[in-house]
């Protein structure tokens, strides 16, 4: 069946669709990731997005049970230049069109990826449909200027109810505003002792779980739009050291005085250059963002910048000057790209053990 891309601005593209039938409209971006395209289709920050692939040649590998970063996906489409209809890997389970009908999203293959992926850079992240090519594209356009894109993406990926994944170590209150599962299995590799808990649970209500550490999840969509999240954080902040992690940092940012802003089209990839300002240490990093912190209302924040990225230069890292609390705009989870930035988790608890100490020798010079 062939379909059309048809985005806002006029341009048309046809091409042979693939997966489900169903129409659909989401705010077109574009992923510079050479593999990994389960789990980008499967990242919840995804959520209210179509994705189009730069690489030329998506689901030659198939789709296996393992590389999943959530249970249900939550990407409105997928779009591809060629779409490989015989997979060929040892761990495949499903083509890619045998699992874009088992999730009923659409997909579109067959179009030149790389034009559209110039139109996104000149103008911006556009909204676009995914639809037959039988129906009439001005009728879709019209229809696309006409909608207004949906701003609970946070809300729709969220977990609804706290649920543990336990473990012996330090207790981790993970904050889920559209986690990646490799978040979790990160913080369970070391040991740590979680609980995930929804993108509006307030700071009272995590305190109560007696956390040694917080963690703020990545998700989709604006930062601003998810007030109750700031509220929540500027509530524990001083309480217990917090790490951030894309939108967890941009939600940091926005908690302690500091600004974000949309990107004109964003970063999402897994080969973006990032530099540590304090040691100079540069590493290749996963992203998957379309707002940042605007640098400019730093001024006079408590916060301090950590890391920039090296191709334009935006903040990719900031830590408060007087609490225990770090950010970053990065995946250091990888998922799919590069694990240069692992570290990261083993600096968070190696500051929840360094607050403890400092506990520790309080309590005990109290005594004395």
Request: aromatic share 8%; net charge neutral; hydrophobic share 35%.
């Amino acid at each position: 069946m062939n379909k059309q891309l048809v985005l806002e601005d006029g341009t048309v593209f046809i091409g042979k669709g693939f997966g489900s039938d169903t129409s659909t409209i989401g705010e077109v971006v574009f992923n510079t990731g050479m593999t990994g395209y389960q789990e980008i289709l499967s990242d919840p920050s995804y959520c209210g997005q179509i994705v189009t692939l730069t690489y030329p040649l998506i689901g030659n590998y198939g789709i296996n049970r393992d590389d999943f970063e959530s249970i249900i996906p939550a990407v409105q489409g997928f779009i591809v230049k060629e779409e490989a209809e015989f997979p060929s890997n040892w761990r495949s389970k499903f083509s890619l069109n045998e699992y874009f009908q088992m999730k009923n999203i659409p997909g579109i293959a067959g179009i030149d990826t790389r034009k559209l992926t110039r139109i996104i850079r000149k103008h911006g992240t556009l909204k676009g449909a995914i639809c037959s090519a039988m129906e009439d594209p001005n009728a879709i356009i019209e229809k696309l200027k006409a909608t207004k894109l949906r701003n609970d993406q946070v809300k729709q990926v969220s977990t609804k109810t706290p649920y543990p994944s336990p473990g012996r170590g330090r207790r981790i209150v993970l904050v889920d505003f559209g986690m990646k599962h490799g978040i979790l299995r990160e913080l369970n590799k070391r040991n740590c002792d979680c609980i995930v808990v929804p993108y509006n649970t307030k700071a009272e209500e995590i305190i109560s779980l007696s956390p040694d550490g917080v963690m703020l999840s990545n998700g989709p969509g604006n930062p601003k739009d998810v007030p109750e999240a700031i509220e929540m954080i500027q509530g524990i902040l001083g309480s217990v050291p917090i790490f951030g992690i894309c939108l967890g940092h941009q939600l940091f940012a926005l908690a302690n005085g500091a600004n974000t802003e949309k990107m004109k089209f964003g970063h999402r990839g897994s080969n973006h250059p990032v530099k540590d300002i304090r040691t100079g240490r540069v590493s290749l990093t996963s992203q998957n963002h379309g707002y940042t912190v605007d640098e400019s209302s730093i001024s006079g924040t408590p916060l301090e910048v950590t890391h920039v990225a090296l191709n334009d230069g935006t903040i990719e890292g900031l830590r408060h000057k007087k609490f225990p609390a770090f950010t970053v705009q990065y995946h250091p989870e990888a998922s799919p790209g590069p694990e240069d930035s692992n570290y990261l988790f083993d600096q968070f608890l190696q500051l929840i053990e360094s607050e403890k100490k400092g506990c520790a020798d309080k309590c005990q010079s109290v005594q004395i």
